[in-house]
């Protein structure tokens, strides 16, 4: 059973640093494109980030220069570098493969930014 289960998300403030990690199992990170999405709530979910099974790496125009995806494929471990943050990151942060299954969305983390 595939199951992703996301952590580090809380409150900080603007300009401010977070890491979101990313904890899969029944899947292997190494061989398979991992995303990271967030839904504030009322708005469509956004992908934000993608890492390729060959660690190419992709993202969202809002967060290119300021977030960065990485995997240990050792740990089966995906993690979102956030810098620079900004009130409109806030946000529940999911991650799940690419492209997305349903039945694999987590709880997500949340990440609230304040100004």
């Known amino acids: 059973q595939v199951q992703f289960v996301e952590s580090g998300g809380r409150s900080v403030q603007a300009g401010g640093s977070l890491r979101l990690s990313c904890a899969a199992a029944?899947?292997?990170?190494?061989?398979?494109?991992i995303d990271w999405y967030r839904q504030d709530p009322g708005k469509e979910r956004e992908l934000v980030a993608v890492?390729?099974?060959?660690?190419?790496?992709d993202y969202a125009g809002s967060v290119k220069g300021r977030f960065t995806i990485s995997a240990d494929n050792a740990k089966n471990m995906v993690y979102l570098q956030m810098n620079s943050l900004k009130p409109e990151d806030t946000a529940v942060y999911y991650c799940?493969?690419?492209?997305?299954?349903?039945?694999?969305w987590g709880k997500g983390t949340l990440v609230t930014v304040s100004s």
């Open positions: 890492i390729s099974s060959g660690g190419r790496t």
């Open positions: 029944g899947i292997t990170v190494s061989i398979k494109a």
């Open positions: 799940n493969r690419d492209p997305a299954i349903e039945a694999y």
